[in-house]
């Protein structure tokens, strides 16, 4: 089952609120992105250390944690705690920022092409077509390298500007099927403008699944951005980001564990809290889902 | 009569499907007089709500209004208006009250809120002076606690209290002409009575007309002071409701009243029409009716009927009109002949 706006629908807004806050796993997944949104907000007062700075590379290279450095030091003899930290800012940055660009853009053109279709809708979905049979991670990889590295705005652009397809695809087939449900018809019985139309009933219907792809949106990113760290064409050195602090110990995984553990934690953690957050959105906004375990077919075949 | 207020002159909606034109409604003619409510009946498929959506000019593509059809509206040619003249005449002037409560309310916003927009669109109210209108419509059609149901989403509404919701949306501005297409199908039955009964009286308060979209008679019998019966894309036949229930013509009309269930009636099974309407791609050439009719003969094959007055503004599209000793003879009509042979 899609989590299609009707079915959001059938509950009403503040129900879907409430199932979703009944949910453990939207629980979990706000504990744990809270926890690390406010790490990196507050990464300049939590931070021990400059992340940047090469503390003593004669005595302090590739130190395992100890207490005066909690998550140990990298090859460079940086604080590997500091650069967790100034790093989720990166992440959650790129993230947040990109799906928000990417989201905004694909709604606005799926909706258009759904909204008035023919030719428009023909041009632009062809356009996505084409753009979504090329793989986004090779794109990003082609780019990043004739860039050299990236700042932190260009970064979030290109993650912006290939991830807005699947989203205008998911806008456009909500929209085609609104446009033929009879509260639509009926609103332009009464005499609403198309404009009406499509900012007052049609965008709103579409939020629901659109918020559910928001959520894996970032989580995807974050991995992306990682990724290309990791590759060492992500973020211009000696910024810090998750990836970049993986890359740092990459050559001697054996022996330098805490430079891939602490970072890969730091991204499976809250990788994992945004798709369950998006999974939990996906069910709340599906009154025909129950959450697994309580579902009573599957029960009664137990 | 004097000016009706709505005229239709020969509409022409056709639908250009894959598989051919499909003439949904194919020149048809009636008027719809001031304050008065006029019903139209007919089976499914026989092009009553495509009527209906002409009227408004909704119809979308692959559907188009053709050139020549005269809709004629407060004067105005309805044909002639840009779209922007038909918005402010949809909801204002003509409204339209739609068959499924259910959907023809938007989910995530409330019943005040919807309401409301009508009188926003059209009346540049505020959202509060709006909200203010949404609940003294509300009361209108007699929902308790109005101010609070206002702030209630439709899901939260049964079945009838939605068509009551949808039925103060449409009256917000107090239009010259409800359009209700079916208004009580989705209905409990129960529900039903009460609905047309809270839609007539409105309506005869503020001195509205409706044309009452309906495949049912009874409703047709109760409520409507004309009657129109389409078939096939066409009008035929019209008649003052008790002079189409005592003197009904068409052999279609004859059909639909037989299938009537009524008290004190015969206790034997309930007459049916056999066969179906044919697929509006493909009307057959002479009568429409044809294949189901039990008194058809040569000329109903090769000569279309043209609309015959019959007397006292009761017309009937029936060669029967010039040759009423046929009616002596009935046979069973060709659609059940073929049904037997088939089975």
């Given at each position: 089952?899609?989590p299609?706006a009707?079915?959001?629908?059938?509950?009403g807004?503040?129900?879907?609120?409430?199932?979703?806050?009944?949910?453990?796993?939207?629980?979990?997944?706000?504990?744990?992105?809270?926890?690390v949104?406010?790490?990196a907000?507050?990464?300049?007062?939590?931070?021990?250390?400059?992340?940047?700075v090469?503390?003593d590379?004669?005595?302090?290279?590739?130190?395992?944690?100890?207490?005066a450095?909690?998550?140990?030091?990298?090859?460079?003899?940086?604080?590997?705690?500091?650069?967790?930290?100034?790093?989720g800012?990166?992440?959650?940055?790129v993230?947040?920022?990109?799906?928000?660009?990417?989201?905004?853009?694909?709604?606005a053109?799926?909706?258009?092409a759904?909204?008035?279709?023919?030719?428009?809708?023909?041009?632009?979905m062809?356009f996505v077509?084409?753009?979504?049979?090329?793989?986004?991670?090779?794109?990003?990889i082609l780019?990043?390298?004739?860039w050299?590295?990236?700042?932190?705005?260009?970064?979030?652009?290109?993650?912006?500007?290939?991830?807005w397809?699947?989203?205008?695809?998911?806008?456009?087939?909500?929209?085609?099927?609104?446009?033929?449900?009879?509260?639509?018809?009926?609103?332009?019985?009464l005499?609403a403008?198309?404009?009406?139309i499509?900012?007052?009933?049609v965008l709103?219907?579409v939020?629901?699944?659109?918020?559910?792809?928001?959520a894996?949106?970032?989580a995807n990113?974050?991995?992306?951005?990682?990724?290309?760290?990791?590759l060492?064409?992500?973020?211009?050195?000696p910024?810090?980001?998750?990836?970049a602090?993986?890359?740092?110990?990459?050559?001697?995984?054996?022996d330098l564990?805490?430079?891939?553990?602490?970072?890969?934690?730091?991204i499976?953690?809250?990788?994992f809290?945004?798709?369950?957050?998006?999974?939990?959105?996906?069910?709340?906004f599906?009154?025909?889902?129950?959450?697994?375990?309580?579902?009573?077919t599957?029960a009664?075949?137990a | 009569?004097?000016?009706?207020?709505?005229?239709?002159?020969?509409?022409?909606?056709?639908?250009?499907?894959?598989?051919?034109?499909?003439?949904?409604?194919d020149?048809?003619?009636?008027?719809?007089?001031?304050?008065?409510t006029?019903?139209?009946?007919?089976?499914?498929?026989?092009?009553?709500?495509?009527?209906?959506?002409?009227?408004?000019?909704?119809?979308?593509?692959?559907?188009r209004?053709?050139a020549?059809s005269?809709?004629?509206?407060?004067?105005?040619?309805?044909?002639?208006?840009?779209e922007?003249?038909?918005q402010?005449?949809?909801?204002?002037?003509?409204?339209?009250?739609?068959?499924e409560?259910?959907?023809?309310?938007?989910?995530?916003?409330?019943?005040?809120?919807?309401?409301?927009?009508?009188?926003?669109?059209h009346?540049?109210m505020?959202k509060?002076?709006?909200?203010?209108k949404?609940?003294?419509?509300?009361k209108?059609?007699?929902?308790?606690?109005?101010?609070?149901?206002?702030?209630?989403?439709p899901?939260?509404?049964?079945?009838?209290?939605?068509?009551r919701v949808?039925?103060?949306?449409?009256?917000?501005?107090n239009?010259?002409?409800?359009?209700?297409?079916?208004?009580t199908?989705?209905?409990?039955?129960?529900?039903?009575?009460?609905?047309?009964?809270?839609?007539?009286?409105?309506?005869?308060r503020?001195?509205?007309?409706?044309?009452?979209?309906?495949h049912?008679l009874?409703?047709?019998a109760?409520?409507?002071?004309?009657v129109?019966v389409?078939?096939?894309?066409?009008?035929?036949?019209?008649?003052?409701?008790?002079?189409?229930f005592?003197?009904?013509?068409?052999?279609?009309?004859?059909?639909?009243l037989?299938?009537?269930?009524?008290?004190?009636?015969?206790?034997?099974?309930l007459?049916?029409?056999?066969?179906?309407?044919?697929?509006?791609?493909n009307?057959?050439k002479?009568c429409?009716?044809?294949?189901?009719?039990?008194?058809?003969?040569e000329r109903?094959?090769s000569?279309?009927?043209?609309?015959?007055?019959?007397?006292g503004?009761?017309?009937s599209?029936?060669?029967?009109a010039?040759?009423?000793?046929?009616?002596?003879?009935?046979?069973?009509?060709?659609?059940?002949?073929?049904?037997?042979?088939a089975?």
């Amino acid at each position: 089952m899609n989590p299609s706006a009707a079915l959001a629908s059938i509950l009403g807004p503040r129900r879907t609120l409430s199932r979703l806050l009944h949910d453990s796993r939207t629980r979990i997944a706000l504990v744990v992105l809270l926890i690390v949104a406010l790490s990196a907000v507050f990464a300049p007062l939590l931070a021990p250390y400059d992340p940047t700075v090469q503390l003593d590379i004669v005595r302090l290279p590739s130190q395992p944690p100890s207490f005066a450095h909690p998550l140990g030091t990298d090859p460079y003899s940086r604080d590997v705690l500091s650069r967790l930290l100034y790093g989720g800012r990166i992440s959650l940055a790129v993230g947040l920022g990109a799906v928000l660009l990417a989201m905004s853009f694909g709604i606005a053109i799926g909706a258009v092409a759904g909204f008035i279709g023919g030719a428009v809708d023909a041009v632009l979905m062809r356009f996505v077509d084409a753009a979504l049979s090329i793989p986004r991670l090779l794109v990003l990889i082609l780019v990043a390298s004739l860039w050299g590295s990236l700042g932190l705005v260009p970064l979030t652009l290109l993650m912006a500007g290939t991830g807005w397809f699947a989203v205008s695809r998911l806008v456009r087939a909500e929209t085609l099927a609104l446009r033929e449900r009879e509260f639509i018809v009926a609103a332009r019985a009464l005499g609403a403008s198309p404009m009406r139309i499509l900012v007052r009933h049609v965008l709103p219907n579409v939020a629901a699944p659109a918020l559910v792809a928001a959520a894996l949106g970032i989580a995807n990113v974050i991995l992306l951005e990682a990724g290309l760290s990791y590759l060492g064409i992500g973020v211009r050195p000696p910024t810090a980001s998750w990836g970049a602090i993986i890359q740092d110990g990459a050559e001697r995984v054996s022996d330098l564990w805490w430079l891939t553990l602490f970072p890969g934690l730091a991204i499976l953690v809250t990788v994992f809290a945004c798709n369950a957050l998006g999974d939990a959105l996906r069910d709340a906004f599906d009154p025909r889902q129950l959450p697994r375990g309580n579902d009573p077919t599957f029960a009664a075949e137990a | 009569m004097t000016t009706p207020l709505l005229e239709l002159e020969n509409l022409h909606t056709y639908f250009y499907t894959d598989t051919g034109v499909a003439r949904a409604v194919d020149g048809v003619s009636f008027a719809v007089g001031v304050g008065e409510t006029v019903g139209v009946v007919g089976e499914s498929g026989c092009g009553k709500s495509v009527t209906a959506l002409s009227i408004l000019r909704l119809v979308r593509p692959p559907g188009r209004i053709e050139a020549g059809s005269v809709m004629r509206f407060e004067g105005k040619d309805l044909m002639a208006l840009d779209e922007e003249a038909m918005q402010h005449i949809r909801g204002n002037r003509i409204a339209m009250v739609f068959q499924e409560p259910m959907t023809a309310l938007n989910p995530v916003f409330t019943i005040g809120d919807q309401i409301g927009e009508v009188a926003r669109v059209h009346a540049g109210m505020n959202k509060r002076q709006a909200l203010a209108k949404a609940v003294e419509m509300l009361k209108l059609v007699g929902i308790p606690a109005p101010e609070q149901r206002a702030g209630e989403y439709p899901h939260q509404l049964s079945g009838g209290m939605r068509q009551r919701v949808v039925i103060a949306m449409a009256l917000v501005m107090n239009p010259a002409l409800v359009i209700a297409d079916e208004p009580t199908t989705a209905l409990d039955v129960t529900i039903q009575a009460q609905i047309l009964e809270l839609l007539a009286d409105l309506t005869r308060r503020l001195g509205t007309s409706v044309l009452l979209i309906t495949h049912d008679l009874g409703v047709v019998a109760e409520n409507c002071t004309r009657v129109i019966v389409m078939y096939a894309g066409e009008v035929v036949e019209e008649a003052a409701t008790s002079d189409l229930f005592a003197r009904a013509h068409h052999p279609y009309t004859e059909g639909l009243l037989g299938a009537m269930p009524r008290v004190g009636g015969e206790k034997d099974r309930l007459a049916t029409i056999p066969g179906t309407v044919p697929p509006p791609t493909n009307w057959p050439k002479g009568c429409r009716f044809r294949d189901r009719c039990p008194y058809s003969w040569e000329r109903c094959e090769s000569e279309h009927p043209p609309l015959y007055q019959i007397g006292g503004g009761h017309t009937s599209r029936c060669h029967l009109a010039e040759e009423p000793e046929r009616r002596q003879h009935p046979h069973p009509p060709l659609a059940a002949q073929r049904g037997a042979t088939a089975a």
